[in-house]
């Protein structure tokens, strides 16, 4: 197969996608990279319908990678994602409101186009989790307790753009990381960035049925295949707090063959069958990678 690969700058030596990308040329695919943010792209001549088999983006929120990608999907290519399920998940505020209006356990989810309309949120509502709708890898996460605490973080919010705000799930201090590629399902356990302070090493965990059968929901919501998201165990059950498009697969057994399999089979027209409640794989507690 011939493949185009779109690599934003931040994962040029990132092993995700580059092992994949290694992996598919041993295998003897052909993959073209794209770099959207280190090249000049006459957009014209750079998507050329039957050029090949499928894109593939693996890019920065708010990167120029989705532009290209979505001007294959226009030429008629196969992409991995869908680009516009990318769309629904990229933004933060729109993801929510698409999440919970199909049923997906999300939390209530404010929307601010700058950090002074925050004040506009009920007391209630405290604490806070506050964040940029286009953020990732934790960056610019508060947890916002009171609403008097409000005012010293506006000057930090500033040039963050769009913003989301979210009543805080009380939990251990744990995130549930769950990655799907293909049929498959993993989970991780590891320190939420709300709470640097509790010591929690990153660790493969046996997935529990009913969080398996929320991410294969959400699957079929977003119209992902390969994707990732973050679940909290709160007072009255799980409750998803982020969905990623082609997240790391930290701690996946072998990431890369599986990813990289997984992305023939989605070129080849094969999708997953991601409505159905998935079998989680087993892991022996303690087992870690």
């Known amino acids: 197969m011939k493949l185009c690969f779109l690599v934003e700058e931040n994962y040029r030596h990132d092993g995700m996608p580059v092992e994949?990308?290694?992996?598919?040329?041993?295998?003897?695919?052909?993959?073209?990279?794209?770099?959207?943010?280190g090249s000049l792209h006459r957009m014209t001549d750079v998507v050329r319908a039957g050029s090949?088999?499928?894109?593939?983006?693996k890019t920065v929120s708010g990167g120029p990678g989705l532009t290209l990608l979505e001007a294959a999907a226009s030429a008629g290519m196969t992409t991995v994602n869908d680009a516009r399920s990318i769309r629904g998940v990229r933004d933060k505020a729109l993801a929510a409101a698409i999440g919970r209006s199909r049923g997906l356990p999300m939390p209530?989810?404010?929307a601010a186009a700058t950090p002074e309309l925050l004040a506009d949120i009920p007391e209630s509502d405290y604490p806070l989790v506050v964040k940029p709708a286009d953020g990732s890898s934790g960056r610019a996460v508060h947890l916002v307790a009171?609403?008097?605490?409000?005012?010293?973080?506006?000057?930090?919010?500033?040039?963050?753009?769009?913003?989301?705000?979210?009543?805080?799930?009380?939990?251990?201090?744990?995130?549930?990381?769950?990655?799907?590629?293909?049929d498959d399902f993993y989970a991780t356990e590891r320190r939420s960035p709300l709470h640097p302070d509790r010591p929690h090493r990153e660790r493969?965990?046996?997935?529990?049925?009913?969080?398996?059968?929320?991410?294969?929901?959400?699957?079929?919501?977003?119209?992902?295949?390969?994707?990732?998201?973050d679940v909290l165990v709160g007072p009255d059950g799980p409750v998803v707090v982020?969905?990623?498009?082609?997240?790391?697969?930290?701690?996946?057994?072998?990431?890369?063959?599986?990813?990289?399999?997984?992305v023939l089979a989605l070129a080849a027209g094969d999708r997953p069958h991601a409505a159905a409640v998935p079998v989680p794989v087993p892991v022996a507690v303690g087992d870690t990678l």
């Open 20 to 37: 994949v990308i290694r992996r598919l040329h041993a295998w003897g695919h052909q993959v073209d990279v794209l770099r959207p943010g």
């Open 108 to 110: 209530t989810t404010y």
């Open 52 to 57: 090949h088999d499928a894109w593939v983006l």
């Open 204 to 229: 493969r965990v046996p997935l529990p049925r009913e969080i398996a059968a929320i991410a294969a929901q959400a699957g079929a919501v977003y119209g992902l295949d390969l994707y990732g998201l």
């Open 146 to 182: 009171t609403p008097d605490r409000l005012p010293a973080l506006t000057p930090v919010l500033q040039g963050e753009g769009f913003l989301i705000a979210q009543p805080y799930v009380p939990n251990a201090g744990v995130d549930i990381k769950v990655y799907c590629v293909g």
């Open 242 to 262: 982020d969905v990623n498009d082609f997240p790391s697969f930290r701690q996946v057994p072998d990431a890369a063959s599986r990813v990289a399999s997984a």
